[in-house]
């Protein structure tokens, strides 16, 4: 018989949610290639809105079990002068505060998690193909332990991350954000910055991202306008060159003095890539499948989990599983739509050059500090904050 459901990735989208939906009693199969997950230079960095997330969906406990750091504080470093500390605890509405975690830990705990709600995981599985439309089950080609295997299902999920190749073969079609910034990143040894937080560095014209793990280590980024010239930050000898241009952004000398790269260098491309209405003809897709943000903003695990949570409890609370596609479809629209107006503002206050956008950053950012109320909060509340006309009137200072 057909199963209820495959899932194609075992990331932090796939994993969650075949245990969301074999914990509802479905038969669910994950299809992950990785047969050990390893450092792709992803993101480390939970938001508190996706850490309210993890509280819902159960997962959070695991999740610091494995290694998770509880970073309460959000510091803005500009040209080497920081912000006041924002208590995440204090300033949000579950008193959550932000999550740091080598992801491949974080893999591991929530496909543990899954393996152990009763969701059947082949690793070292990849799919190859996509048989989907109108009126019929969709079914998924897949290579597994050297023989060609295919299998149908009442629904089948893209939750195969940025470079997705099922939203590809489903027929869906991509949109583009102009391309603008550029993020590097690596795992960093031996820095002093303070465990207990995260920290955006801005310098002239560039940037640093810093999400302390803990114990000296720290997943670092540095990020700059596309249109000023690709660096192509990536591979080993290029790590110098990484930490030098880390250093020239203003962060505290201090946290690159002794620092030392433990992992891969590597540099993307950060424009949004997403898909409207990321359902049809039983095919779903979450996570970065769906929608990959901009790494510079640090979202995309917290998206991820907004859309397991928003499809488990579609798929949860309806028994025609096409309206509840098509529901979830529906929901991932207003809430991406959301955030991506909120960073396409932040992209206008923070990276638009010159002495005019400097001032309005002064007055901004003053204002912000002052009184945060009617701001879009993208760390804080992501998507489910202010995202109105009154919130772009606010964060790009106009009126004031
Ligand atoms: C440089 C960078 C920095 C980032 N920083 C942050 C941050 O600080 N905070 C934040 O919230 N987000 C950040 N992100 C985004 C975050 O990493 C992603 O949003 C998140 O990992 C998406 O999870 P996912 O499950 O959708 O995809 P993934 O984590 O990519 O998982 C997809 C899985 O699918 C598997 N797979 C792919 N194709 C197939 C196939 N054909 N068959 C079988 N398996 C397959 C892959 O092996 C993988 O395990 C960053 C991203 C980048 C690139």
Redesign the pocket.
């Known amino acids: 018989m057909a199963r209820d459901a495959i899932i194609?990735?075992?990331?932090?989208?796939?994993s969650v949610l075949s245990e969301q939906l074999s914990r509802a009693g479905h038969d669910v199969l994950v299809?992950?290639?990785?047969t050990k997950?390893r450092d792709r230079?992803?993101?480390?960095?939970?938001?508190p809105w996706?850490v309210a997330a993890a509280r819902r969906l159960g997962i959070l406990g695991d999740l610091i079990a494995a290694g998770g750091n509880q970073a309460d504080t959000w510091i803005t470093y500009a040209m080497g002068h920081p912000s006041p500390p924002r208590s995440l605890r204090a300033t949000t509405p579950g008193r959550d505060t932000m999550l740091n975690m080598f992801?491949p830990d974080i893999?591991e705990a929530a496909l543990a998690r899954a393996a152990a709600a009763g969701a059947t995981i082949k690793r070292g599985?990849?799919?190859l193909n996509l048989d989907a439309g109108p009126g019929k089950s969709p079914s998924v080609t897949?290579e597994f332990e050297g023989k060609l295997v295919s299998e149908s299902a009442r629904i089948v999920v893209g939750?195969?991350?940025?470079f997705s190749?099922m939203r590809n073969w489903a027929g869906f079609e991509i949109h583009r954000d102009p391309k603008f910034l550029t993020?590097a990143?690596t795992l960093i040894e031996g820095t002093e910055v303070p465990h207990n937080g995260a920290y955006l560095c801005m310098g002239p014209g560039i940037a640093s991202f810093w999400?302390p793990l803990g114990h000296g280590r720290s997943r670092t980024?540095f990020i700059y306008p596309t249109a000023t010239g690709k660096r192509r930050l990536t591979g080993d000898q290029k790590v110098g060159e990484f930490l030098q241009a880390v250093q020239s952004v203003g962060t505290p000398a201090s946290w690159t003095k002794d620092a030392k790269s433990i992992g891969p260098l590597a540099e993307?491309d950060g424009a949004d890539k997403w898909v409207e209405s990321p359902a049809k003809d039983g095919v779903v897709l979450?996570?970065?499948?769906a929608a990959?943000s901009d790494?510079s903003w640090?979202?995309?695990?917290?998206?991820?989990l907004a859309d397991v949570e928003h499809l488990a409890n579609q798929l949860e609370s309806q028994k025609d599983w096409n309206a509840a596609l098509r529901d979830y479809a529906r929901q991932h629209d207003e809430y991406y739509g959301a955030l991506h107006r909120i960073h396409s503002w932040l992209r206008e206050l923070i990276w638009t050059p010159g002495p005019e956008a400097d001032a309005r950053r002064q007055r901004v950012f003053a204002r912000l500090y002052q009184d945060p109320t009617g701001f879009p909060d993208s760390v804080g509340l992501g998507p489910f904050g202010p995202s109105d006309e009154q919130a772009r009137q606010l964060i790009l200072g106009i009126g004031y």
Do not use: C, K, W
């Open positions: 194609v990735g075992g990331g932090l989208g796939g299809l992950e290639r990785e997950f230079v992803r993101g480390e960095n939970m938001s996706g992801h893999q599985a990849t799919a897949y939750a195969d991350g940025r190749q993020i990143g999400a980024y993307f979450v996570g970065d499948a990959s790494p640090g979202s995309g695990l917290s998206l991820t």
